[in-house]
């Protein structure tokens, strides 16, 4: 058993309320998970496999929940034949999803025709018993409807659409919502959002594999294998310490100059953008190389976006040369990144499971200490202890003053302080009041938001005469 066996890991997802659409290479299926979820989650490119991943997303058509499942593309593999990293894990992504879901859309291409792996996958999906709907897609025109008859020779009841304009999809979705199962009486949650970011290759996905102990995402020792951003729902804890997350694995983060495709460069993009919808992100960076200037780019980013924070060092498994142990590594690390030196360091290896467990409660920390209410009275002492000891940022004769604080949110953590002249305030002192905050508070891994405001003034009434 794995050391995140203990942990309680289940997804959030409405149970069987799951619709996955499958369908072999270059046919739309990204372009209809699109369009049903009504932004531009899944990338959508004339490259053949793009989608190698399944995108999993909670989506509400008219008022009826359920989560859309984008599996990679099929490619039947028979006996003898050689199957790349990349098309044998698909496929047994194809099949994990078609074991959750409750309805299946099989997607075909009008202008390709019937082909044979579209008779098998077919054959497939009647086998398993699962009810199914195939969607002909690219019928952008009114001859292609004629072409779309010869797919009734597959079994399933049929709907052309044009994934890319729309066209047919609303009745699709209609008769997908009537076979999906009653959803269950159960509470929304609204779960924190994990992003785990770094270099392409770092151990993203052996890491979530290792959290979840399921193939959600594809492990390959192919560089840049998650080509999106892979959307995990999974819980920690149970009963009243229960706590829901969404874990996003993402696209290695390159160098801008370095990125040679299309594809790629969206890729890097949407993992910024997760990095922007995250409340924690976990930072990987590889143990056997160290902090490269690509991860310290990569933290500027975590910073800037103010967002929860934990590090790993991938790959502890791997002898280093030096002997060199965690007690050491640490202020090494820090040397290197001391920007992030308010942030947790795990010392882990995906690989073999070493600290995985450790880093599933950092987590847990963290977003405990994002939720976190600070008490205004205390909040105000431990500022107005911190001024006492230094010199406040003066302009000639003229002091700042801080005359009181107060929280304004959460996740991140956001406090707004009064002052009596806001072009005192330096970053050197700001920098001091966030420490003495977190070795307060004990807010680890969590940023601390201040905004600075002048102190309304108040005006004296006139004297007037009797």
């Known amino acids: 058993m794995s050391e995140t066996a203990t942990t309680n890991t289940t997804t959030l997802k409405n149970r069987g309320r799951i619709v996955a659409i499958i369908g072999r290479p270059n046919v739309g299926k990204s372009a209809l998970f699109n369009r049903i979820a009504g932004q531009r989650l899944a990338i ?8 190698r991943d399944r995108m ?3 989506v509400n058509w008219l008022d009826d929940r359920f989560t859309l499942i984008d599996t990679g593309g099929v490619n039947i593999t028979h006996a003898g034949q050689a199957a790349d990293t990349i098309t044998a894990g698909t496929r047994q992504q194809v099949d994990a999803a078609m074991e959750d879901a409750a309805v299946a859309i099989l997607v075909t291409d009008v202008q390709s ?22 969607a002909v897609n690219k019928v952008d025109q009114p001859l292609h409807e004629t072409a779309a008859a010869e797919f009734a020779r597959l079994g399933l009841p049929l709907f052309t659409i044009s994934a890319a304009h729309g066209r047919g999809v609303s009745e699709l979705m209609e008769r997908v919502v009537e076979l999906l199962p009653p959803p269950l009486a159960d509470s929304t949650i609204k779960p924190l959002r994990v992003a785990v970011v770094g270099r392409p290759n770092i151990g993203k996905s052996s890491y979530i594999n290792r959290l979840l102990e399921s193939e959600r995402v594809i492990v390959s020792d192919i560089p840049g294998t998650t080509r999106d951003s892979i959307e995990i729902p999974f819980t920690i804890g149970a009963g009243e310490q229960v706590r829901h997350y969404v874990l996003i694995d993402t696209a290695g983060m390159r160098r801008v100059h370095a990125v040679d495709n299309a594809v ?22 590889d143990a056997t190389m160290g902090p490269t200037l690509q991860d310290k780019k990569i933290a500027a980013k975590i910073i800037e976006a103010r967002k929860g924070c934990l590090l790993i060092m991938n790959k502890w498994d791997i002898p280093h040369a030096d002997g060199i142990t965690e007690t050491e590594m640490h202020p090494a690390f820090f040397r290197e990144m001391g920007f992030m030196a308010y942030c947790p360091l795990v010392f ?11 880093s599933i ?12 209410k600070l008490p205004t009275g205390i909040l105000n002492r431990v500022i107005e202890e911190a001024c006492s000891k230094i010199h406040m940022p003066a ?9 009181y604080a ?19 305030v330096k970053k050197s002192l700001i920098d001091y009041l966030e420490r003495r905050l977190r070795e307060h508070f004990g807010l680890d891994g969590t940023p601390v938001v201040m905004a600075f405001r002048e102190r309304p003034r108040t005006t004296k009434p006139s004297k007037t005469g009797n």
């Open 56 to 58: 999993m997303r909670e």
């Open 395 to 403: 302009a000639g004769r003229k002091r700042l003053k801080i005359f």
């Open 406 to 424: 107060t929280q304004t949110g959460t996740a991140p953590i956001r406090l707004r302080l009064f002052v009596n002249d806001t072009k005192l």
């Open 113 to 134: 025709g019937i082909t044979p792996m579209d008779e098998e996958v077919a054959a497939i999906i009647r086998r398993s018993g699962l009810p199914c709907l195939l």
């Open 264 to 285: 790629e460069r969206f890729s890097i993009f949407r993992a910024e953008k997760s990095i922007e919808s995250a409340d924690i992100v976990v930072l990987m960076v």
């Open 348 to 358: 882990m290896s995906a690989k073999n499971g070493y600290n995985v467990r450790q």
């Open 44 to 51: 959508v490119h004339d490259e053949s496999g793009v989608t």
């Open 361 to 372: 409660d950092k987590i847990d920390e963290i977003a405990s200490q994002l939720q976190t």
